[in-house]
């Protein structure tokens, strides 16, 4: 960053800070801690500043999420195991929560108790610092969990504040009477009524009444004192020096409290997003912001920033949706209408998943659901209820997550095998049942791979495993069904993945095909977009990319019947034939002026 361009960024930077604090004092502290931090990051660092900015974008960036310990006991474990990852053509490693969250119920690590120390079943700090050399040696980066709404309340600074320190009482939402407490829960929805009733807890011990968004040992960070942003700047910019690559910070919409809003997705909050990608910039540039938000995708995309940059990385919850739905109904019309709908900045890049450590909530385009001649509450019961497999044909093994009731809302846990329909196919023995379930899992990833941004593996689904029904036999997990996709690895059954026969070895195999040819191929790169084709076929959806006179057509059945779509719907894009699938190899040259799809078949023509 040249010095005219710093001057105009700080100046930029200044004013958004002033205009939200109005705070000269903190304002000369946080430069001076901007300025420090830049001063001792390390030289590898910087090269990689200079030279890899965007690195993020590139075809080779392909994820795998998981937590340390359930993958490998501890970061020694993991160590071990770092040739796994590289078997798989793993560039990229998302942790799930691994810093020091408190004893007990730690919602998944998400209550951390010290932001500046691992976990301590998991290894020290030094430990840490020696995998992330190891996995930087081997070209894999790396991304951590920043949970920054809330603290647990175990963490120095809840102590300090229950104690009545007002320095760090104010560092909270933290109230003398119920007045101001029940003026917000008018307009602020609640995020685990049957578990977590209310926004707030009232500490007998205290005489207050505390902001607790999300569970009781979860306080909520006041982000209008400048005191609370400098601090999470010196986190963010502590784990940036250390060599992490992506900062997962966490639950962004609630960040910011206002009386009478709903405390979602509030101005200030893109406000502060703004201010610490321009302080990242500065400091850390090849340091890349991932923003968790999950709410509409006409939200969603706005966390990308518009004129200025807030995150780089968001996930396309969206699209993991759409394409569960496209499965279950064999109508990849939610699929082909949300790819056209959003247009994303230059430096905007989705994570595309098809599963993670949290449940599936059916977020979908209710719009786009109303235009298709269905209605929206009723099409949601029908999701949940397939892929719970209670409904006729359905050939999921799924379980229920927050399952109201009065509402019968409620939204759905699983591993990718079960809900694909492997596990059901097991059960009954059916060896038809489980080719198709292997097909549609084949399926869903080759549209992974192939859309524009990076894939992202939930730890387990590269082997098919299936529900883990243990969880409830703990009591400390059994009232939480997440906990069904979130079992220890099986290495006995990784073993599998090289044994023709078995469910490991197809899936596996067939994942690192995809991830060979996507690494090897730049029109895989994140900042490609993607044209939807009309293909006149509810079950086929296809898209193409072009670069430098190259053209790439996905092509993919959601059926389990044969389809059958003709050659005008290419050529009328101007799209060539013959041409060859980049997986089978298979020449496709269309001299019938048709092309015959299988049930789920997808092809990736080059």
């Not at 105009?8 to 001076?32: A, C, H, P, S, V």
């Amino acid at each position: 960053m040249n010095i005219k361009k710093q001057d105009r960024e700080f100046d930029l930077l200044k004013k958004t800070y002033m205009k939200l604090y109005g705070n000269q004092g903190y304002w000369e502290r946080l430069i001076k801690l901007m300025e420090r931090y830049r001063e001792e990051r390390p030289e590898y660092l910087k090269k990689m500043d200079k030279e890899e900015a965007n690195w993020y974008q590139k075809a080779d960036v392909v994820g795998l999420t998981l937590y340390i310990d359930l993958f490998a006991g501890d970061i020694q474990g993991f160590i071990d195991r770092v040739w796994y990852l590289k078997e798989l053509g793993i560039t990229f490693i998302h942790f799930m929560p691994l810093l020091e969250s408190r004893k007990g119920n730690s919602d998944g690590g998400y209550a951390v108790k010290d932001y500046k120390s691992i976990e301590p079943s998991l290894g020290t700090m030094e430990d840490f610092e020696r995998l992330l050399e190891i996995l930087r040696r081997n070209g894999i980066r790396t991304c951590i969990d920043f949970v920054i709404n809330h603290t647990a309340k175990e963490h120095e600074w809840a102590i300090k504040a229950a104690k009545g320190i007002k320095k760090y009482e104010n560092m909270y939402l933290i109230y003398d009477s119920d007045e101001i407490p029940k003026a917000f829960e008018q307009t602020v929805p609640q995020v685990f009524p049957e578990t977590s009733p209310g926004n707030f807890t009232y500490y007998e011990e205290l005489g207050k009444w505390v902001f607790t968004t999300f569970n009781e040992f979860q306080w909520d960070l006041n982000f209008k004192n400048p005191y609370v942003f400098e601090q999470i700047v010196d986190i963010l910019l502590f784990w940036g020096n250390k060599g992490i690559n992506v900062i997962r910070l966490d639950a962004i919409p609630f960040i910011w409290k206002t009386l009478g809003t709903s405390c979602r997705n509030l101005p200030e909050v893109h406000t502060l997003l703004f201010m610490i990608q321009k302080i990242v910039q500065y400091v850390s540039p090849s340091y890349i912001i991932l923003g968790e938000a999950i709410v509409q995708s006409s939200e969603i995309v706005k966390y990308f920033g518009e004129d200025e940059q807030e995150c780089q990385l968001m996930y396309n919850a969206a699209m993991m949706v759409n394409i569960w739905n496209a499965l279950a109904t064999r109508d990849i019309g939610l699929l082909k209408i949300d790819q056209d709908r959003f247009k994303l900045p230059s430096w905007g890049t989705w994570i595309n998943y098809l599963r993670c450590h949290d449940d599936i909530g059916w977020g979908f385009n209710e719009e786009a659901i109303e235009s298709m001649g269905l209605m929206p509450e009723m099409h949601k019961q029908f999701l949940i209820n397939f892929y719970r497999g209670e409904f006729p044909g359905s050939f999921a093994k799924g379980e229920l997550y927050q399952f109201n009731p009065q509402t019968l809302d409620a939204r759905n846990s699983g591993t990718l095998g079960s809900l694909a329909g492997l596990e059901k196919a097991k059960l009954e023995l059916n060896h038809d049942l489980k080719l198709l379930a292997y097909k549609r899992i084949k399926l869903i990833y080759g549209l992974l791979f192939a859309s524009s941004g990076i894939p992202l593996i939930y730890s387990g689904d590269e082997l098919a495993v299936l529900n883990d029904y243990s969880y409830k036999e703990d009591p400390n997990k059994s009232h939480d069904s997440r906990w069904v996709h979130r079992s220890r690895f099986d290495w006995e059954k990784a073993k599998n993945r090289n044994k023709d026969s078995s469910s490991e070895c197809v899936i596996f195999q067939s994942l690192k095909k995809l991830i060979e040819v996507r690494k090897s191929n730049e029109i895989f790169k994140s900042s490609i977009s993607v044209n939807t084709i009309e293909t006149n076929n509810r079950s086929v959806y296809s898209f193409f990319k072009i670069k430098d006179k190259q053209s790439f057509v996905g092509i993919f059945n959601f059926s389990d019947k044969r389809q059958v779509i003709n050659k005008k719907i290419f050529t009328k894009r101007e799209i060539k034939f013959p041409k060859k699938d980049m997986i089978t190899e298979r020449k496709i040259d269309m001299q019938k002026d048709e092309l015959i799809l299988e049930p789920y078949d997808f092809f990736w023509l080059m």
